[in-house]
């Protein structure tokens, strides 16, 4: 069972069938990019968890981090207003940016922004946000830490419950998803995408493209999710390492980094489907995945109905402007 949670994004997220796919593979897309306008992509769905266990906790500070453009960050100062708790964010930035995209948004919802290095966003983040969270304390208001892009055990339910949404759509759509593909950037939403499949005797292939690290750092960072995960759903079945899929080669030029023949993806997708990707993940995913239907890769050569997860990001496209040709 999982443990209870908020009601905060706007779901269940329809599933709309692609007019252009790549093959003859049936490509479908979850539009978890409409979770809210505020609240938009994956994050809110592990949030819903994260802020009900704060709650739980009775915390009234919220500390999370990210990249400059966090979805997640943004996703979080926008809960925290709704649910009248303090925010602070602790942003990746060398300099004090330009009011863009969702730093923009941070700080027209209210959150305390501070900056973090590079250097110490490597090597001391959770050193700092544990100092952040004491200093909290201090000042009279206990704090919670939700790890980059909630991607934690609490956080893992968000896709684990998405994974039966999914399976409900089916029902009404009167199609049966054999895989289903998303971005993997911390790590959580892939995650609960297995630990679901796994329950359910593995009916379907979940196959993950790794945008920020490669398949080997993730099968670490999922078996760890699975130790904690399975401390919150005690029901949970071991989950086999071997049913994770993550296909390597799309990660690019480094997190947040592009190319101009990603960036050209992200502008053809528009063009033939109508629908925005971001350059930052599901673009470099899509892309991953387009190529790999057209080359026929052995991980997806039997998928016949392909469901992508649209995990949002599309602020994150703004301060990209100048990187479109
Ligand atoms: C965070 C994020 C992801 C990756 O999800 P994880 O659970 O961190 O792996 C994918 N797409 C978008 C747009 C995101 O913001």
Redesign the pocket.
Known sequence: MLPDKLQLGNLPTKIEKLMHPPSDCALYLKRDDQTGTEYA???IR?LEYALAEALRQKKDTIITCGGLQ???ARATAAACVRLGLRCILLLKSDEQPEKDGNYLLDSLLGAEIRFVSGEDYSNRLEAICGKVAEESEKQGHPAYVIPI?A?NGIGTCGYYEAYGEIVEQEKTLGVTFDTIA?????????AGLCFANADCGNPKKIVGIPITDNAAHFERVIAALWEEFSKINTETRAFDPNTVHLLDGYAGRGYALNTPEEMDFVARFARTEGIFL?P???GKAMRGLYKSLLTKHPMLKDAKNLLFIH???LY?LFPKRSEFT
């Open positions: 992509g994956n994050k592990k966090s979805n997640h892009g991607s998303v971005t993997v950037g911390s790590g959580g939403t892939y971001d930052v993940y599901t995990t949002g990001g994150g």
